[in-house]
């Protein structure tokens, strides 16, 4: 591969600005990496033209001659989550209904990022409205893995993922209500942290008061990497009244640190609630070692509330939020034929809520975040399994079956993400090798409200160990 695009975004941010590459360099390194891999994968869409893009990057170059830097992210190519708003640019939330939607104005993070230097080439593929962590649609296809381009991408954040993996980009951004950050990094083998609630500003959006499942936030091939896109996306808007006040440049700092004697709990299988494909736990349960090498004290722990209650209330908080998003497209017959089944699905749960339903499912999801609150009163950070699977054939909308029971909704293999979502948590999925069939497989690093500084800081040291994302096991896509 050109020496380029296997750089670190930070290390490549470094070389743009000692002038050892020249953003038209970087430009054309990655732009010929799309060429090569895009094709198989069908990760990035709505790609922006070629020369038009050189054309941003010859400006950049400029800049730098002239002695000035809009930051960081300086010239370093960008694709945006097709979800979130570009102004002038496609965003189609992988809907035909908005297929050919065309922004005004760019979404806060988006905005952030351009402010800062980067240059955005299109944008990351999605499931349909984000719905499923199986990113296909009817508007571009499907995204597959970046180990096997037969198997899933896992979603929503699936082309972000699969395209940070195959080095199509430095650095990318996508959200995460279900999992959407922490899923697909772990089938792709990167980093993917899900911020605390109200950490990135989500939106404009219509609503700012009660849409607090989904938050956008950052990946990476490395946790420096992650955390400095954080530290781009990160800090208050005065449009979203509940984002938070802490200075973002804390994430610019160094991420070292001694965490010899740090309480560390694993919640496993939650005592075998959770049906895990075989190898999964195995995996996640060898990692342990890696955190004790830290010098952490790992032991095993369960929280004081009933699973199957948070799963009930999960799907409560789901159906009243996309039936309040989609809602208005589902009362067209017209519009409706064009909704997935799912989000048909998800349309009509919310019809059948009552306002009590809503407001016992904020009760226990309040119950919810105090019985992990008790959690940290006596550990430092909590682990899980990010997944429940393996990546699967990317022909498959979802597994029916998972260790031998069967799945009742689109969602509920990715049931062991929904805790830290529904507890405004900072989660981030680290890497922690593969299976015999050299597939991906990561954990989750849980910590307390607001402590996403140390979040990283505890992945950062797990990175430093263990190296997973730059191992590449015979026969995978990067090395056919």
């Known amino acids: 591969m050109n ?6 975004a930070d290390a490549l941010s470094q070389a743009i600005h000692a002038r050892e590459v020249s953003c038209r360099e970087v430009m054309q390194a990655y732009l010929a990496q799309i060429e090569r891999f895009n094709p198989q994968v069908n990760a990035l869409v709505s790609l922006r033209p070629a020369e038009e893009l050189l054309a941003e990057a010859d400006a950049c170059d400029r800049q730098l001659d002239q002695g000035q830097s809009r930051g960081w992210m300086h010239g370093m190519p960008q694709a945006v989550k097709d979800l979130a708003a570009t102004a002038g640019l496609r965003t189609s939330m992988g809907s035909t209904l908005f297929a050919e939607h065309i922004p005004q104005h760019d979404a806060i993070s988006v905005a952030r990022v351009r402010d800062c230097g980067a240059i955005i080439i299109g944008k990351s593929n999605v499931p349909e409205f984000g719905l499923g962590s199986q990113t296909y649609n009817s508007v571009f296809g499907t995204t597959t893995n970046a180990y096997d381009p037969s198997l899933i991408a896992g979603g929503s954040s699936g082309g972000a993922a699969v395209a940070l993996a195959l080095r199509m980009l430095p650095v990318a951004d996508g959200s995460d209500m279900m999992g959407s950050l922490r899923n697909p990094a772990a089938f792709n083998n990167v980093f993917g942290l899900r911020p605390s609630q109200g950490r990135v500003p989500h939106g404009p959006q219509p609503e700012v008061f009660v849409q607090q499942l989904a938050t956008e936030g950052p990946m990476g091939r490395t946790v420096t990497d992650v955390a400095r896109l954080l530290g781009t996306q990160a800090g208050y808007d005065p449009r979203v009244p509940l984002s938070l006040t802490q200075c973002p440049q804390v ?11 740090v309480r560390v709990g694993w919640l496993g299988d939650y005592n075998g609630y959770l049906p895990m494909e075989p190898g999964v736990m195995s995996l996640c349960e060898s990692a342990l070692q890696d955190f004790a090498s830290l010098g952490c004290k790992v032991e095993a722990c369960q929280p004081d509330f009933s699973m199957e209650r948070l799963w009930q209330t999960w799907l409560v908080h789901r ?90 909704t689109y969602h509920r293999w990715m049931e062991v993400v929904i805790g830290p979502t529904l507890a405004g948590l ?3 999925n680290v890497p922690v090798g593969f299976n015999p069939a050299g597939l991906p497989m990561g954990l989750q690093i849980i910590g307390p409200a607001q402590a996403d500084l140390a979040v990283l800081q505890l992945a950062y040291a797990h990175e430093q160990l263990t190296q997973w994302v730059t191992r590449r096991p015979p026969g995978c896509l990067q090395t056919a």
């Open 3 to 8: 020496p380029i695009v296997e750089m670190d």
């Open 251 to 261: 994430f610019h700092q160094s991420l070292a640190r001694d965490f010899s004697e």
């Open 319 to 408: 159906h009243w939020l996309v039936h309040g998003s989609l809602g208005a497209l589902y009362a067209d017959p017209r519009k409706r034929e064009q909704l997935k089944p799912e989000a048909q699905w998800e349309i009509e749960g919310g019809l059948r809520l009552i306002a009590a339903d809503v407001y016992q499912a904020s009760v226990s999801r309040s119950e919810w975040y105090r019985a992990l609150n008790e959690l940290f009163e006596r550990y430092d950070f909590l682990l899980l399994p990010t997944a429940q699977v393996f990546p699967f054939d990317a022909q498959t909308p979802w597994p029916r079956v998972v260790g031998g029971q069967d799945m009742d």
């Open 426 to 428: 900072p989660s981030m």
